[in-house]
């Protein structure tokens, strides 16, 4: 049963536009989001988190939205630009579960000029 | 801060033999380590939480006597592949939090490919 669901796949959008990666958890234990950018051969960086509590966090380009009713959750790239070219991750973790962080299934990401 | 250093970030090796990877945090100290399994184009998995001072937990179907693991310190655990098949063959990253708050930091991945 995968705990965290992700959508879409991949994308693929132009210079300048916005990239949108949704997000779904069943497990209400959650209480931590992390967004997690993976270059090929790298090791997964983390770009922006949210806890529970706030129904949304902006970094710089990046937004989560957060809906705990509806478990969902979102990020938006804002003016995306080529460099944005990864996989994305969301992921969740539960301080009960050990902070074991569990990954969703990615987005392949391509923004084109 | 929080650094995650992985060694070796690419190993080839024999089908038959071991390969010991390690991680380490270098500016921080963890007592909890994670080691995740990548195969291409697919997400991570989380294989096996890695405790100081103790035995690791295992996830459900990873096998523990093949991917032995130790936590002999605050700053650096280990993970042993043990008698590599090429099916064992994959994208190897650790991971590890300075604090709960500040999330996770992953290493950079050992790519291993038994031949």
């Known amino acids: 049963q995968q705990q965290v669901k992700q959508s879409p796949q991949s994308l693929i959008v132009q210079k300048g536009g916005i990239s949108i990666i949704n997000c779904a958890y069943e497990?209400?234990?959650?209480?931590?989001f992390p967004w997690y950018q993976q270059f090929p051969g790298k090791g997964p960086a983390l770009l922006i988190a949210i806890r529970p509590d706030v129904s949304e966090k902006k970094e710089g380009r990046f937004t989560i939205s957060f809906n705990k009713s509806a478990k969902q959750f979102s990020l938006h790239i804002m003016d995306s630009q080529p460099g944005d070219s990864a996989t994305y991750f969301c992921?969740?973790?539960?301080?009960?579960?050990?902070?074991?962080?569990?990954f969703g299934p990615g987005t392949s990401l391509s923004v084109i000029p | 801060g929080a650094v995650v250093s992985q060694h070796p970030s690419r190993v080839i090796c024999k089908s038959g033999t071991s390969v010991k990877i390690e991680c380490r945090s270098l500016?921080?100290?963890?007592?909890?380590m994670f080691w995740y399994r990548q195969f291409p184009k697919q997400s991570l998995m989380l294989m096996a939480t890695?405790?100081?001072?103790?035995?690791?937990?295992?996830e459900q179907g990873v096998e523990k006597d093949k991917f032995l693991i130790n936590h002999a310190s605050l700053t650096l655990s280990t993970l042993t592949v043990t008698s590599a098949h090429p099916e064992d063959s994959s994208f190897y990253i650790c991971?590890?939090?300075?604090?709960?708050?500040?999330?996770?930091?992953f290493g950079s991945g050992t790519r291993l490919t038994v031949v």
């Open positions: 991971s590890a939090s300075m604090d709960r708050a500040y999330g996770y930091t």
């Open positions: 500016d921080f100290q963890a007592t909890t």
């Open positions: 890695s405790n100081e001072g103790s035995k690791a937990t295992y």
């Open positions: 992921a969740a973790s539960s301080k009960t579960s050990y902070d074991k962080v569990i």
């Open positions: 497990n209400t234990a959650f209480d931590y």
